[in-house]
């Protein structure tokens, strides 16, 4: 239950503050917004690269959400100014070439032929399959 109500705060809240904050005429709103799903994604790849720690911690839902509650009150600025805008602008030139070696990853691999993709399909289903008739004995 304390899970649900973690994402009532941290994702459902600041959804409709982003859309209010789009459809002002206000900057200042959007700034505040886009600082706080920065500080988000933060906290949820170090959450989903920990999982198998923070899974054990009692009331970690009610941690997250409380967490949740102080980036929405200032705390989200508070961490970007201090940490990770200096971070991202001394990282700025390697993310920026992890980023485009990812998207030419990601191009050749979406631009396989339909043969291609369909032949990498029939591999993975093959070794599948070949992997449950073994049985868990055999593997």
């Given amino acids: 239950m304390m899970e649900v109500v973690a994402q009532l705060v941290g994702l459902c809240f600041p959804a409709y503050r982003s859309y209010l904050a789009i459809t002002s005429s206000k900057k200042e709103d959007d700034t505040e917004w886009l ?7 933060i ?4 959450q989903y690269s920990c999982f198998f720690i ?4 009692p009331f970690f839902s009610f ?5 949740y509650a102080y980036l929405q009150l200032g705390g989200a600025k508070q961490l970007f100014v201090k940490y990770l805008d200096p971070y991202f602008r001394s990282q700025k030139g390697n993310i920026d070439r992890a980023v485009k070696q990812a998207n030419e990853s990601f191009v050749q691999v979406a631009g396989m032929t339909t043969t291609q993709a369909s032949t990498l399909v029939q591999g993975v289903t093959t070794a599948v399959t070949m ?4 049985g868990p004995q055999q593997q």
């Fill in 35 to 41: 600082i706080y799903w920065v500080a988000f994604a």
């Fill in 54 to 57: 923070f899974s054990y911690l």
């Fill in 131 to 134: 992997t449950q008739q073994l």
């Fill in 63 to 67: 941690v997250k959400m409380a967490f």
């Fill in 43 to 46: 906290l949820e790849f170090i």
